[in-house]
């Protein structure tokens, strides 16, 4: 606060209680620690609440208003975020007023940053006895005594208020990690028989927003965030930034259901619909609640790090509907299983476990490999194979899959090495990569880095990923189309037909292969189905979009989808996913593979 700043505050002040007597108003200027000493002997107050108290007494005394005049200030700054305003005046009431008053007033304020705001948090007033008048009023020893005792006491605040400070987040002014720990154990200890509940909760994809966005935007959200959850906070409730892009909120509750109600309010506005529409995005979080009983004695820390695992468990599932979910045992043990599967399988590629299964790609007119895809099994010591859909949504869930990804990626490098070394006319192989590397910015160089240490053309290298990505990956996967389309790899979509963006796609990334879904391709007889099959395939042959039919097991199935005029087939029919050594010896030695790239067929159908 500046000394101009200071004076007119405290200007104000004093029009407020002399002049105004606008008590509601002066209030909203004192701390709840206000100290106050008046010039009557009964005039001390220790808090707020005894301030409102003293407040209402003066209200039946003093009627009417004070005439100022004679005003003088002095500004001290005896510490950092305190102030001190001494102040003298002159203090009368007008001719017709019935009480008679007629004053010599000297006061000082201490001022305390609170926040964003200064407040009051200790008042003086004095009025020297006329005898006194021309005589030393305080000696100077005392005057020392006082100063030291002034000097003492602003320090001990200004330590107070870092302190303060330190418990607050400095981008959005409501509580940190430290300070909402502190300030809840003190209200559930304060209201021990009333029930409360910890609301945890994260932005999605809010490393996007700062990517893509600036943090400048992500920072006004996180600020926009933060002032919408002290709006709902209640007397008795709290709130804060835990981390980054975390706020947690400990609200009290009745019930579920009303709290489920007000979460949900809160949910609807927590952004408003002005910035989601400047910015042209839509914001949403993952949350987690724990509830905490009356006469529950867990520390904070561990009701904030169940409500955390329930947050954790709700990000990682994205077909549940909620956002947000309840703690409950069963998901601290699921989460514990989880992990184990994961420490499992560190241990399980340290023996090479996990290995390539290839399916081979054919062309429906020459019945020639003209690709294939690489799949995953994980074989146990004992030899029985783990299928994919054991595992990988668990390795989705807890991020191992990216992990997993480069590892297989290694693998397959490596082999494809050994077989261009060996003079073999290798095929373009897909790769199926998680949804997960979309979120990190590095990940195409990361991947090209790992395709160039093993000299691999990037034309043999097909990315896929599923259509139901680009629901929640829509921005980031037009970016990653253009940086492979750039380096020179594929992109498949797989899952063609499934969802709701099928058309979209083709305009918004222009991917060179769509790889059309076994429940459509299964239901090639179904009259429904086969006019859904014949838009989809003339919008593909218009776009010069080659398509791959998964799920081929019949002779049916092949001449239909020939008939229709798809470009490539794969399944049981042609062949089943086979070991590598079995993919060597039976496709890459038969010497019969039709290496084109697959927007020829697609042109020549």
């Known amino acids: ?63 009417g208003s004070f005439l100022l005049s004679n005003e003088e200030y002095q500004v001290q700054f005896p510490a950092e975020h305190v102030v ?49 008048e021309g005589a030393a009023y305080l000696n100077a020893r005392r005057g020392r005594r006082d100063y030291r005792f002034i000097k003492e006491a602003a320090a001990q605040m200004a330590a107070t208020r870092i302190d303060e400070v330190r418990k607050l987040d400095s ?12 300030h809840a154990e003190a209200i559930l200890k304060e209201h021990p028989d009333r029930p409360y509940a910890i609301l945890k909760f994260g932005i999605n994809q809010f490393r996007y927003i700062n990517h893509i966005l600036g943090y400048r935007t992500g920072d006004h959200i996180l600020r926009e965030i933060a002032g919408n959850l002290e709006k709902l906070c209640e007397e008795g409730e709290i709130c804060s930034r835990i981390e980054k892009d975390n706020f947690a909120i400990l609200m009290a509750y009745e019930d579920c259901e009303a709290l489920d109600r007000r979460i949900n309010s809160f949910k609807e506005k927590f952004v408003s619909q002005e910035t ?27 009701i904030l790090d169940k409500a955390m695992l329930a947050q954790h468990y709700r990000s990682t599932r994205r077909r549940l509907e909620d956002d947000y979910i309840y703690y409950n045992p069963e998901i601290e043990r699921c989460q514990l299983r989880e992990q184990e599967l994961v420490e499992t399988a560190r ?4 023996r090479d476990d996990f290995k390539m299964y290839f399916q081979p790609q054919v062309c429906l007119d020459t019945g020639k490999v003209i690709g294939t895809e690489v799949l995953v099994r994980w074989v146990k010591p004992d030899g029985r194979i783990v299928m994919p859909d054991e595992f990988i949504p668990v390795f989705e869930t807890t991020g191992f899959i990216k992990t997993l990804d480069f590892y297989m990626l290694e693998k397959l490098c490596a082999s494809m090495r050994r077989w261009l070394d060996s003079g073999y006319q290798v095929p373009p192989v897909s ?83 769509l790889k059309m879904d076994r429940s459509l391709t299964a239901n090639f007889e179904n009259p429904k189905g086969q006019l859904v099959l014949k838009k989809l395939i003339e919008i593909a042959k218009e776009t010069h979009t080659a398509i791959i039919c998964e799920g081929i097991e019949t002779r049916e199935q092949v001449e239909y989808f020939r008939n229709m ?35 020829e067929c697609s042109t020549e159908s």
């Not at 305003?85 to 940053?113: C, G």
């Open 347 to 350: 241990f399980a590629m340290k």
């Open 276 to 302: 989601e529409e400047t910015l042209n995005i839509s914001i949403h979080f993952s949350g987690g609640v724990c509830l905490i009983e009356p006469g529950n004695k867990e520390p904070v820390k561990r």
């Open 1 to 63: 606060m500046r000394r101009e700043r200071a004076i007119e505050l405290t200007k104000l002040l004093s029009r407020l209680y002399f002049v105004k007597r606008d008590y509601a108003t002066l209030e909203k200027c004192l701390s709840k620690d206000i100290t106050w000493i008046g010039t009557g002997r009964g005039e001390i107050c220790r808090s707020l609440k005894e301030a409102q108290e003293h407040f209402q007494e003066e209200k039946k005394i003093y009627t």
């Open 431 to 513: 790769i199926n990569q998680s949804r997960l590397h979309l979120e990190d910015r590095k990940y195409v160089e990361e991947f090209c880095g790992v395709v160039d240490r093993w000299r691999i053309p990037h034309d043999l290298i097909a990315f896929e990923l599923t259509e139901s990505a680009f629901t929640e990956y829509n921005e980031m996967i037009q970016r990653l189309a253009a940086e492979l389309h750039n380096r020179g790899f594929r992109l498949d979509i797989d899952d063609f037909g499934t969802g709701y963006t099928a058309l979209g796609l083709l305009m918004l990334i222009e991917p060179d292969v």
């Open 84 to 132: 001190c305003v001494l102040a003298e005046m002159d203090v009368r009431t007008p001719h017709q007023a019935e009480l008679v008053f007629d004053e010599h007033m000297r006061f000082s304020v201490i001022y305390r940053r609170e926040g964003r705001s200064w407040r009051i948090i200790h008042l003086h007033n004095s009025m020297p006895d006329k005898a006194q």
């Open 171 to 182: 981008l959005t002014g409501i509580f940190n990690m430290e300070g909402f720990v502190e």
């Open 565 to 599: 005029h798809c470009d490539i087939a794969q399944g049981y029919f042609y062949y089943r996913p086979m070991p590598e050594e079995a993919f060597e010896e039976q496709v890459l030695q038969a010497e019969d593979i039709v290496w084109r790239n697959v927007g």
